[in-house]
């Protein structure tokens, strides 16, 4: 026997009124609705507790952690990790640093549950763990500057190394653990006045003690981002700090941002990289730069080692110190949809050699081998994400991890023994160990025990052929429980970018759909990463043709196999994933519902709003030379001809997608009588990240859905009166 539409929605109203309105005390208890609200209607209540397992609710949707940044000890008997955690008593995503011996047992938290932690590094004699923190509360209750805090590996509590002005972005040792290269923005007015006064005692009140706000004064072209706000002057720059007396020495300057950095086998130097074109503001050009590690003029003498146009990331030195690896992508007026390659060149600059051009797959995260006759680096490759290898001169590359799956981080220890954090469809990332004889071996269980209790849904990584015959693939999620022969109504879940791509990872979103009886279908149309570069620029400056007939490609593969119902589809899709959302119900009436998150619908209005003023110029022209090509793909243009309802979503300080946008498409789409609705998010930038409003909108998107495709229960969940 299975509950009834009505009996659903009552339970999913106590469920999502608990959620909203659960003060700080909120627990897994208080969250336990959830389960009922997320059971399968086509699977008994006896059937599903006969089996021990249930199918995935809200409650376990948020319980998933995430891992990365596999760190393994200098000689292999540790690895030291990075698990996200939504912490739903302080309704708060944070990140932890644990820690797994490679001979197996329990892994142990290194970090604070109520602190957030990242970037845990190794000294190179492996007795400290350093990493990145806001460690704790300041006297205003404001949360302290991030800065590289240090735990001995024996045990004991994290010692704060260094005491910077502003937040450190990111560290390295050196290979001597005497020093370290540290990258700081140059600090605000605001943060030079609050170190002037943070140890002296103030007779006013903490109000009259908070810094006078400021104007933002802004001379630059590219004049803000997403997350960080309105761009000034200030710049991030190279900083060695010494560990014996403390003493940091900045040793890059000027009107750039120097990042990425790297030392040399000797200590003596380091690279980085850094865009120093006359105006790095209208390019996406960044090279690969040398400074001396004890630099006294601020980095006015460099040696350069890169010289072409393009963009230039991710430096690393051979052991011998005379060559640099490096991720290339040759093709600058292309920027995000060229293909990443890697790259060697000598140390003292010159010719850089691609080494993988032939492959033409995106290359991330390169390291030498420690005889340095390798290079291993991480590439996506037809819906995965695999660690090769190339001999360091050029030649032919083996897979390391040869299966299907995600590897989101490595790292190697002298003798070659590899720590990676891996996922699978049906897995969340753990830590596993490669030996140098290649055997694989699983470290880690940190999602083990919830993952026993789900039943999870089938997912297969499909191909299928698009209008003009160009193959496409991506991967079907099946309900949990499917049955051979009957249709289900399914969504087609749309990815970001446009050059992302769904890869062979857990994916908790279409995990929820399907607990919840829909098939989903998560296509790689043209302008996905993993198929070569002319199958990511297919789209450049021609949005919605060819990854629409993509995507259509793949619902119309689900109903010829008889797996989806054509008269029970959705569709929705976040950032570009929404972008191809608001194209689609411009083109089409097959699909009884959308959800918009954060998508973009009059072009022109993002140019100066928005994050992207070199994107938009490179791939439109400017809207006042090309403004025939901004209306052309504008979705604003086509507004009369969508009748699906819609459910709008969005952050309300998102300036990579700026919230107009959603509102714009709401007011037009209510003018047109069109049913829709609007959510904005409080405090949000583009990615969400308050657990409570992670939840929030997955729950509106599944009332929204169960309402128009399967005709259940409300459009939206019942509000208190009090709201």
Not at 302 to 318: D, M
Not at 513 to 532: D, E, K, M, Q, W
Not at 689 to 714: C, Q, T
Request: charged share 25%; proline share 6%.
């Amino acid at each position: 026997m299975s509950l009834g539409a009505n009996a659903r929605v009552r339970l999913a109203t106590l469920v999502f009124n608990a959620l909203l309105f659960c003060t700080a005390a909120l627990s897994c208890a208080s969250l336990s609705p959830f389960v009922v609200l997320a059971q399968n209607p086509t699977t008994a209540p006896s059937e599903a507790a006969a089996s021990g397992k249930h199918n995935m609710t809200m409650e376990d949707f948020l319980h998933i952690k995430e891992i990365e940044d596999a760190q393994i000890s200098p000689e292999g008997k540790w690895v030291a990790y990075r698990v996200g955690t939504n912490n739903l008593k302080d309704d708060k995503y944070k990140k932890r640093i644990w820690m797994v011996s490679t001979s197996g047992g329990e892994a142990l938290p290194l970090t604070r549950e109520s602190e957030s932690s990242s970037h845990p590094r190794w000294s190179n004699d492996g007795k400290y763990t350093a990493f990145l923190s806001a460690h704790e509360e300041g006297k205003s209750g404001e949360e302290s500057k991030k800065q590289v805090w240090t735990l001995r590996r024996e045990g004991g509590e994290a010692e704060q190394l260094t005491d910077t002005v502003q937040d450190v972005d990111d560290f390295v040792w050196s290979p001597s653990g005497d020093r370290l290269v540290l990258v700081l923005k140059d600090p605000t007015p605001e943060e030079i006045e609050a170190a002037k006064n943070r140890d002296k005692e103030k007779d006013s009140d903490a109000e009259d003690a908070k810094p006078k706000p400021r104007p933002w004064v802004i001379d630059r072209l590219r004049f803000k981002e997403d997350e960080i706000g309105y761009l000034d002057r200030r710049r991030k720059h190279l900083y060695v700090f010494v560990l014996a007396d403390h003493k940091l020495t900045q040793i890059t300057s000027g009107d750039y941002d120097d990042e990425q950095p790297a030392w040399s086998p000797d200590g003596r130097s380091i690279a980085f990289t850094s865009n120093r074109t006359e105006n790095p503001d209208t390019n996406f050009n960044t090279d690969i730069w040398v400074v001396k590690a004890d630099n006294t003029d601020q980095g006015k003498s460099l040696l350069r080692v890169t010289t072409k146009p393009g963009t230039y990331e991710s430096p690393t030195w051979s052991p011998d110190g005379k060559w640099i690896a490096f991720t290339s992508q040759i093709e600058p007026k292309l920027f995000w949809y060229a293909t990443a390659h890697l790259s060697i060149a000598s140390v003292t600059g010159g010719e850089e050699k691609v080494l993988t051009r032939k492959l033409d797959r995106n290359v991330t995260s390169p390291r030498f081998s420690p005889d340095g006759k390798w290079i291993y680096f991480i590439d996506t490759d037809d819906g995965t994400q695999d660690l090769l290898r190339i001999p360091a001169a050029g030649g032919e590359i083996s897979r390391v991890i040869a299966e299907r799956h995600m590897v989101n981080s490595f790292s190697m220890t002298a003798d070659g023994t590899l720590a990676a954090a891996i996922s699978g469809v049906s897995q969340p990332a753990e830590i596993y160990l490669l030996s140098a004889s290649r055997e694989l071996r699983k470290l880690t269980t940190t999602n083990d025990a919830l993952l026993a209790q789900l039943r999870l849904p089938e997912v297969e990584y499909v191909h299928f052929k698009s209008k003009d015959g160009t193959s496409v693939a991506g991967y079907l999620y099946k309900p949990v429980d499917y049955k051979p022969g009957v249709r289900y109504p399914a969504i087609l879940r749309l990815h970001g970018g446009p050059t992302l791509a769904y890869l062979e990872e857990f994916i908790p979103d279409p995990q929820f759909l399907a607990a919840n009886g829909y098939v989903v279908l998560a296509p790689n149309p043209r302008g996905s990463i993993g198929y070569g570069e002319d199958f990511c620029k297919a789209i450049f400056a021609d949005w919605g043709k060819k990854d629409y007939e993509d995507d259509m490609a793949m619902v119309d593969y689900a109903v010829a196999q008889g797996i989806a119902d054509p008269d029970r589809l959705g569709v929705g899709g976040h950032s570009y994933g929404a972008m191809s959302t608001n194209f689609i119900i411009a083109q089409t009436n097959r699909f009884k519902a959308a959800l918009s998150n954060a998508g973009e619908f009059l072009y022109v209005t993002n140019w100066g709003a928005d994050e992207y003023v070199r994107e938009w110029e490179y791939e439109l022209g400017l809207p006042w030379e090309n403004r025939a090509q901004w209306e052309k793909l504008s979705m604003f243009n086509s507004a009369t001809k969508i009748k699906t309802p819609t459910l709008i979503t969005g952050g309300d300080i998102d300036w990579n997608v700026p919230i107009a946008n959603s509102e714009q498409m709401y007011a037009t789409l209510k003018r047109l009588g069109v049913p829709t609705m609007l959510i904005v998010y409080p405090g949000e930038y583009h990615d969400f990240v308050r657990p409570s409003f992670v939840a929030d909108l997955r729950i509106r998107m599944l009332f929204w859905f169960n309402h128009y495709i399967k005709g259940e229960g409300p459009a939206a969940p019942p509000q208190k009166s009090s709201e």
